[in-house]
Structure formats: C-alpha cells, structure tokens
C-alpha cells in the first residue's frame, strides 16, 4: 500500500539515461512514490515503465502527454516532476510544470541566462518551488567551491569538460555553471600576453565575458568529466572531478526531491540546498 503522505513524483525523459536511474532511486525511496512516467520514446507508449528499463513492474505505464500526466500529478496532491530530456524542450516543460503548481526539478542541462531569469520570474509570481540544478553530484560541488578559492589567487584559469558523444549541448551546464562561479570571484581572467590567432577556428575553445576558455570533448567511453586547470608561472593547479557511474547523480536528486517542497520560487544550483 502506498504512503499517500510520501510525495508524488513524475519523471519527465523516464526511459533516457537519467530518466531510468532516477525511477530506480524515487521508487526506493520511502518518502516518494513515482506516480508518472513521460516520454516520447514511440515504442514504450503504455508499456510499465519499470518493465522497460528492466526493474521489474511498477504499475506505472510510460505516456507521452505531459499535460495529462501533470493533470494526474495535481490530482495526487503537493508533487514534483524531474526532468531529463533535451536542452530543446526543457524551458517548455519546466514552464508547464509551473503552470500546473508541479514543482520541477530540472537536470536537464542547455537553459540559458535570460530563459533562467523568466522561469525564475515565472515561478515568484506563481510561487512555486523550482530547482534547476546543472549537476547533482556533490563531488562537482566541492570542485567548484575549490575552484572558487583557487580564483582568488590565480588570474589565468581554463575548463575542459569531457562528456560521451551522446551529448546534445556544449559547453556542459556544469561547466557554464563552474564559469559563473568564477566570474563572481574575478571580472577578468587569462590577461593577453600576444595576439593570438586561430588557425583551426575554435582551437581555444569557447570564451566566456570574463576571458574563461571552455573546451568540449565529446568521446565513446566517457560518461561525465571536468578539468579547472589554473596556471601561474612556475605552477600549475589542476582539480578534477570523474563521474564513472549515473547513480552518483541521485542522492542529489533525491534530496533536491525533499528540498523543492517547501520552495516558492526557483533556486539555481545544488550547492544553494546542502
Ligand atoms: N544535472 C545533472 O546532474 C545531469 C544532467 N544531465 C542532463 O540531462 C539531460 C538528459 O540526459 P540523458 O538522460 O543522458 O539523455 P537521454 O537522451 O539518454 O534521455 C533523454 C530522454 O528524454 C526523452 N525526451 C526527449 N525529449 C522529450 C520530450 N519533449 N518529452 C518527453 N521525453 C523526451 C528522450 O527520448 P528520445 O530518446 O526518443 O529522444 C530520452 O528517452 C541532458 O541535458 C544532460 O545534459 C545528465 C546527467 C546529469
Ligand atoms: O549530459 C550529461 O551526461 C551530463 N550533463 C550535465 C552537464 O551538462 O553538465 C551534468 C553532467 O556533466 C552529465
């Protein structure tokens, strides 16, 4: 029998790689139940969601229609719904989300600033509760944090972020995020000592406001990667963070889950709900 004071959660991307995990974690979790499963996936229309990634039935059939699905999510009381689909509809379902009073908690990645800012306006005037959250591991939090310290003795500082070649956006959220992060600690960073030109066009990468490089490897065999490398004569600084398995990403999930009940408006990034 469910545990009808456990929150209800929709997973928005239910058979992607994320979508999956996160099934697996909310339907273990004692104070969740999974009540929803969208994706647009043709050939998993209806079918039992824990059926199709192979954890055995979970009564919950996989629908394509989000609305439906968060009209049924309203019914069942105060819930969320997680989403991992692509950086070309997220704005979209995050806005409906919002509109339907389902608390979203957003992983997927390719939102940009100004996109960021209205579903943060959207969300206060609706006040409702919404994260989105770049990357859910607290391994990448505590890089960042570092690299925030870092930042305040080195000037010259570039990202390389690694990711496998399924990827839709470059640079990675988590990357764009660790950038922001540094341009509160520094307006400038990587003074020019030449001018420098680029035979290859794009050989150092993408450029932030604030002089950052980012460079995008996309490759089979990688899951989710990033390098800061700071740089100062004489010595090099590197930190590193791997992510060599998905479930990683879920106690973040989960508790970002807990964390967005309470919430009437839209907070960005896992290190503002430790
Ligand atoms: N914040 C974090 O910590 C993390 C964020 N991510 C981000 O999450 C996102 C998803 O990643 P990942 O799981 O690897 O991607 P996948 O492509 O494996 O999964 C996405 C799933 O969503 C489905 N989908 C796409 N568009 C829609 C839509 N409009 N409605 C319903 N379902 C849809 C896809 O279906 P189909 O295959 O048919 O297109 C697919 O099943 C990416 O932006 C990624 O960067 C990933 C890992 C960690
Ligand atoms: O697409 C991925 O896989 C990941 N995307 C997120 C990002 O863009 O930063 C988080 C993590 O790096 C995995």
């Given at each position: 029998m469910a545990n009808q004071t456990s929150i209800p959660v929709v997973v928005n991307g239910a058979c992607g790689k994320m979508g999956r995990e996160v099934i697996k974690a909310v339907s273990q979790a004692a104070d969740?139940?999974?009540?929803?499963?969208?994706?647009?996936?043709?050939?998993?229309?209806?079918?039992?969601?824990?059926?199709?990634?192979?954890?055995?039935?979970?009564?919950?059939?996989?629908?394509?229609?989000?609305?439906?699905?968060?009209?049924?999510?309203?019914?069942?009381?105060?819930?969320?719904?997680?989403?991992?689909?692509?950086?070309?509809?997220?704005?979209?379902?995050?806005?409906?989300?919002?509109?339907?009073?389902?608390?979203?908690?957003?992983?997927?990645?390719?939102?940009?600033?100004?996109?960021?800012?209205?579903?943060?306006?959207?969300?206060?005037?609706?006040?409702?509760?919404?994260?989105?959250?770049?990357?859910?591991?607290?391994?990448?939090?505590?890089?960042?944090?570092?690299?925030?310290?870092?930042?305040?003795?080195?000037?010259h500082v570039e990202i390389i972020e690694l990711h496998h070649n399924q990827k839709a956006d470059a640079p990675s959220g988590t990357a764009v995020q660790t950038a922001q992060m540094l341009a509160q600690v520094q307006s400038q960073y990587n003074p020019a000592e030449v001018k420098e030109s680029e035979q290859l066009p794009g050989a150092r990468g993408g450029t932030t406001a604030e002089g950052i490089h980012i460079h995008s490897v996309r490759l089979p065999g990688l899951i989710a990667h990033q390098e800061i490398i700071f740089g100062d004569p004489g010595q090099i600084y590197t930190l590193r963070h791997d992510t060599s398995d998905r479930a990683s990403f879920m106690p973040g999930v989960l508790l970002s889950i807990r964390r967005v009940m309470p919430l009437k408006s839209l907070i960005y990034g896992l290190d503002k709900i430790l």
């Open positions: 969740m139940r999974l009540v929803g499963a969208i994706d647009k996936n043709p050939t998993a229309q209806g079918e039992d969601i824990g059926e199709v990634i192979g954890c055995g039935p979970l009564e919950i059939p996989v629908m394509a229609d989000l609305e439906a699905t968060l009209v049924m999510a309203q019914s069942e009381g105060q819930s969320v719904m997680v989403d991992f689909t692509h950086p070309d509809t997220v704005y979209e379902t995050t806005r409906a989300a919002i509109a339907y009073g389902v608390r979203p908690v957003v992983g997927t990645t390719g939102l940009s600033v100004e996109q960021i800012r209205e579903l943060a306006e959207f969300a206060d005037k609706a006040s409702t509760g919404c994260l989105i959250i770049p990357n859910f591991s607290i391994g990448v939090v505590l890089m960042q944090q570092a690299a925030q310290q870092a930042a305040q003795y080195f000037n």
